[in-house]
């Protein structure tokens, strides 16, 4: 099957994959079935519905708006995220990485509209024309996800979730999850229960088979304040790609990255939330990634997992990225590319500029190092295991120089940098527009092409950007014959490419197979 993303659905496309119960194309699009009212994942395991009762929709919310429930044995919210969100740059999917964030729950639509730039009458002609629904659905949508992995997957209050999930009263929370779900959150929460028992007595008389609450279901359980959820993703991934970015990166004080007993790889940190901090604890594992959460504020829970999966990538499709690239590559030579490499995100904005720029130039080793040192001096103390935040572009501003070391022209740009994200003169979030965003960074003292250009892929994880000032792609481009100057023929997975180009580098250079010095050039 073509795996060109489906930007427009066509009925066909669409239905070919409802057939195959095709799994890749889960969070997509949407199956609604006139003849029971329900919308479901492409995947379904329900029997496939003539092609007389159905429409395919862009978005769960389009659904819930055109009156169609949630079918509760593929739990369609459950799915992975629309990799469109990421592969598109025009209002709509800015708008939705917003959503996703928890704008609308914090500031409303108006706060939405402002931070695009659009006047709410305009967003919401474009968000309807576009996804199916307007600003108020898609958020509502994203709340009725966050209030059922609430009520299955904790012992909260009903009247506590409705709050944590961003309801306005318990009883529009009440009215919207029997309308989504076409049952009552307690019912909801009994079901849950029931499925667990039964599947805990499968396993202990020896069946195979997923526990928890459901095999598609990303939520396990919470234990002493701790939300444990399993967040889906796309396969295939390179796992050993993900676990090296993140553990070659940690900065002692702010994250952390072990091997646990049971032989899983763990990254840990803290992050800066709307209402607080959440510390996590992530590990990929097959077809999910483990997330421990301990929330401050359990307001913060979809933010932050809508973080998460930003972080790790997990809403990419995998399947189209490699087979672009293995179609575009050297006439016979598929060595560079490993299938099911990611483009790793950000935890924070801020944090992610300021630490690139002390980056620039120095190993990893030694980036590492001296953000460990700013970490120690001026990062928030906290609980858990991770002792501190990553500072504040206010403190950054006021004390770095006192702490940071290296040429007094970088420390100056640094400091200059975190003025200028404290005031906000620079203003860094996921709904900016690439060519704007790369504008602004560099206008800023210190930023050159390749921080402007690193930045802007991971903060808006945008899969097009080819970094042809880096030295370490530069390198693996040369090995394997790759024409950099030819960008089009990569578009619009240029991101990844720089990604394959980086691992087969420091591979090669991990096997001795590289005649080169290592490169004074951080990966930050």
């Known amino acids: 099957m073509n795996r060109v993303s489906i930007t427009v659905l066509d009925f066909e496309r669409c239905y070919r994959a409802v057939t195959a119960r095709d799994s890749r194309f889960d969070g997509q699009f949407y199956t609604a079935v006139r003849t029971t009212g329900i919308y479901c994942r492409p995947s379904c395991p329900a029997i496939t519905p003539k092609p007389a009762n159905v429409t395919f929709l862009p978005t769960a919310a389009a659904a819930q708006q055109a009156g169609y429930r949630a079918c509760r044995r593929c739990l369609p919210d459950a799915a992975p995220g629309s990799p469109l969100w990421n592969t598109r740059a025009d209002l709509a999917a800015r708008a939705m990485r917003l959503i996703g964030d928890g704008l609308v729950e914090r500031g409303g639509v108006s706060a939405l509209a402002a931070t695009l730039g659009y006047s709410q009458r305009q967003l919401t002609r474009v968000l309807t024309s576009e996804l199916g629904a307007g600003p108020l659905a898609l958020a509502r949508a994203h709340r009725a996800h966050t209030a059922r992995l609430l009520i299955q997957t904790t012992e909260m209050p009903m009247s506590d979730i409705a709050f944590a999930a961003g309801f306005a009263s318990i009883r529009q929370f009440n009215d919207t999850v029997r309308e989504v779900f076409a049952v009552s959150p307690s019912t909801m929460r009994t079901e849950a229960q029931r499925r667990d028992r039964a599947d805990s007595s499968r396993n202990r008389s020896g069946s195979a088979g997923p526990t928890g609450p459901g095999v598609n279901d990303p939520a396990a359980a919470t234990t002493c304040g701790t939300l444990t959820l399993r967040l889906p993703y796309r396969e295939p991934l390179d796992r050993d790609w993900l676990e090296w970015f993140l553990a070659a990166h940690t900065t002692p004080g702010l994250e952390l990255w072990r091997t646990e007993p049971t032989g899983e790889g763990a990254y840990l940190r803290n992050l800066r939330t709307p209402h607080g901090y959440a510390g996590i604890r992530l590990s990929v594992l097959p077809g999910h990634v483990r997330a421990d959460l301990a929330l401050r504020d359990m307001r913060d829970l979809a933010p932050t ?129 690439a060519a704007d965003l790369r504008r602004d960074l560099l206008a800023l003292p210190g930023v050159g092409p390749w921080t402007a250009d690193y930045v802007t892929m991971r903060l808006l994880a945008d899969p097009d950007i080819l970094l042809t000032t880096d030295l370490v792609v530069r390198r693996g481009a040369a090995r394997h014959g790759i024409d950099l100057s030819d960008t089009t023929r990569w578009s619009p997975w240029r991101s990844y490419l720089s990604m394959q180009l980086w691992r087969s580098e420091l591979r090669a250079r991990a096997t001795g197979k590289s005649a080169e010095p290592e490169a004074k050039v951080s990966i930050s």
């Open 305 to 433: 997992v809508a973080r998460i999966r930003h972080l790790l990538d997990l809403d990419a499709d995998p399947v189209a990225v490699d087979e672009a690239l293995l179609h575009s590559g050297p006439a016979g030579d598929g060595a560079p590319f490993t299938p099911g490499i990611r483009v790793p995100g950000c935890a924070d904005a801020s944090e992610l500029l300021l630490r690139t720029m002390i980056g620039q130039q120095i190993s990893v080793a030694a980036a590492n190092t001296h953000t460990a040192r700013l970490v120690a001096a001026l990062g928030e103390p906290t609980d858990g295991p991770i002792p501190r935040l990553f500072p504040t572009p206010a403190a950054i501003a006021e004390h770095g120089a006192d702490v940071l070391a290296g040429p007094a022209a970088r420390i100056r740009s640094i400091t200059a940098v975190a003025a200028a994200l404290a005031s906000g003169e620079l203003v860094l979030h996921q709904g900016r527009t």
